[in-house]
Nanobody
């Protein structure tokens, strides 16, 4: 079993920045060794959950709406995945979820963290 705990959300003015963190834990001390995909999704009120950024090995991808503004990264020593969000816009307001997929195909999700960008 893998557990994910997000943090770092909050209220910020348009143009501001936030960094989301996702701490990953599991039975194995080196939980990242059993994970091959890490990602961040978001869901705004009344909208479907959408992929924001993903990392598969060395391959990184972003949605067009955040490309150039958001950066996904990982710290293997801390078993933590980050999402650095710069130049935030009101349309970035959503609940952000961290997710990972293990080598055997299981997916796990965090509880979500609210990001609100005021105009």
């Amino acid at each position: 079993q893998v557990q994910l705990v997000e943090s770092g959300g909050g209220l910020v003015h348009a143009g501001g920045s936030l960094r989301l963190s996702c701490e990953v834990s599991g039975r194995s001390g080196s939980v990242f060794s059993i994970i091959n995909v890490m990602g961040w999704y978001r869901q705004a009120p009344g909208k479907q959950r959408e992929l924001v950024a993903s990392m598969t090995g060395g391959d990184i991808g972003y949605s067009d709406s955040v490309k150039g503004r958001f950066t996904i990264s990982r710290d293997n020593a801390k078993n933590t995945v980050y999402l650095q969000m710069n130049s935030l816009k009101p349309e970035d307001t959503a609940v952000y979820y961290c997710t990972v997929r293990t080598l055997d195909g299981r997916s796990f999700w965090g509880q979500g963290t609210q990001v609100t960008v005021s105009s």
